[in-house]
């Protein structure tokens, strides 16, 4: 059924920290694992020794921030993977039914068995979460690894999605974002998470953290504290002595 | 977006085929025995044709009944139960027609009706999307609609009604155009939204992703081609628009009239391709496109 759930039970989605992501790429490679092995087709790749291309469910961009003031720029590194909307657009476009969002938890999740392969889901989708596999010929997207974190197979410590698992940098957070009290809904709320394009009414689920402003070692305040350590850090000769000095002379009067 | 042929072939012939059912259904003209067969035979060719070439379009065509069950919520499959509601309203009518000579007007006006609410079915699949600020907007029915119309009353040999038809299509269409070329810019999405960092200073995409291509980039990020675009608005405009209506308005019958169809579908075959070519699909700013360069 691709009508919405008027309302989700819980809302099970990630709050991802761009202050603290380093742009590793390991949860891309997690989930690329993980979800390749497991539920769902494979998530193939064409021409891998030749001019590549593949299925990915998240991919992290790297932008370049450069504020208006003569700051520094910063670089910001960005994953993006499906962000499990409350009015996830790629549902209700579905023609079939094999798109859908569970009311239990709120995830969205594709039946592959129903999938036509049409290719609209996609289309709708403001994020590019989805993406057609090139050998299955069916949508493909973040399954927030349903297969994980419901899994009593795994040690408990194992069941989150296998991006937030891999974060070196503890960067991805998982949980329920429809529980005000949770951890990540505090996290969020403490830190100003904020929504992807939020003027196209998706109301996403995932949080984005935004980063902290760079240090600005030239601000006049930073720059007195420098200051301390600064007649200490002068350097000693400025002028060379010897055989550089000569060549010094020499080359400064030709 | 990717201008897939089966996209374009689809949406200009199914558009004219039921088109020219929308007119049959309305007894415009009004024909019976072999001359109803020829035409209903060139409207099912369209309509049936351009169905099948979307088909083509899909990455399981052997699972395409599914898409009859969901149109409470989604075009598509709106557009799949009204193309079938349709084509065999139309084959109920059309055989009435042929072989007894006889013209149910009321199936007639059901299945016209039908007709055009596939077409109408059709736009709203482009319509809807948000996430495609040049076809998010009322003028993509509009146009597809009039085009049904006007290709289909050329087909159906009613000149009265085929040239002031093509003159409001081309209006339309010129509207889109012009609609479409600052749809982007109005729509308010931008790199900033997108990631939330707009307020922080000026931003630039650094890194994509992946060395290589991928899906997002080969179906939404399409710019090939972007620069002949007004040379090809003209080549619609006028094989598709001028030149039909300068020959149906000449002495010449149906040499004449032949021309004007070809002449007609050439054109609108160029306006579909820009259609999806120049569409700029809002996922492109996270790969640093759609962004004017500083």
Redesign the interface.
Known sequence: ???LPPKTAKKLGLVID?DTCVGC?AC?ISCKGWNTENYGAPLSDQDAYG??????LN??????????EAAPA???H?P?SCLHCDDA?C????????SYKRAEDGIVLVNET???????C???????AR??D?AA??MKKCTLCVDRIYNENLPEEDRQPACVRTCPAGARHFGDLGDPDSAVSQLAAARGG????????TAPVNK?L??R?KDQLDHPQTAEQIDILAPYLAPVANSPKGFLGWLDKTLERL | ?HPAPSLIAFTTLSGLGFGLLAWLGLGLPSVTGVTAFVFFTIAYVLAAGGLLASAL?????E??W??F??W??????RE?CASVAALLVMAAYGAALVFWGQRIAWLGWLGAALSLCTVFCTAM?YA?????PRWHTPLTPALLLSLCLAGGALLAGQISLAWPLLIAAAVLQLLAWHHGDRAFAR???T?G?????GA???????????T?????L???AFEVGRKHATKLRGIALTLGYAMPVLLILLPGAHVTAALAVLSHIAGILASRWLFFAQAE???GL??GRHTPRT
């Open positions: 059924m691709t009508t761009l790429h891309v001019t590549p291309s593949g299925t990915f991919r992290v961009h790297s932008y370049e921030v450069q504020p208006p910063q670089l910001v960005f993006k657009p549902v209700t476009v579905c023609p079939t039914g094999a129903a999938c036509i392969g049409c290719g609209l996609a289309w709708a989708c403001p994020y590019g993406e057609m090139a010929k069916v904020f929504d992807l394009m939020p003027e196209l009414g984005y935004p980063p402003p | 977006m379009h899909l990455g399981h065509p699972r395409a599914r898409a069950s969901q409470r919520s989604s075009w598509l499959s799949g699949i809807q999307l948000k996430t495609v729509s308010g999405t790199l939204t997108a990631t939330g960092l922080r200073g000026q931003l630039r995409a650094f890194e994509p992703p992946h290589g291509t991928n899906y997002l080969r179906e939404m699909h809002v996922v996270y790969y």
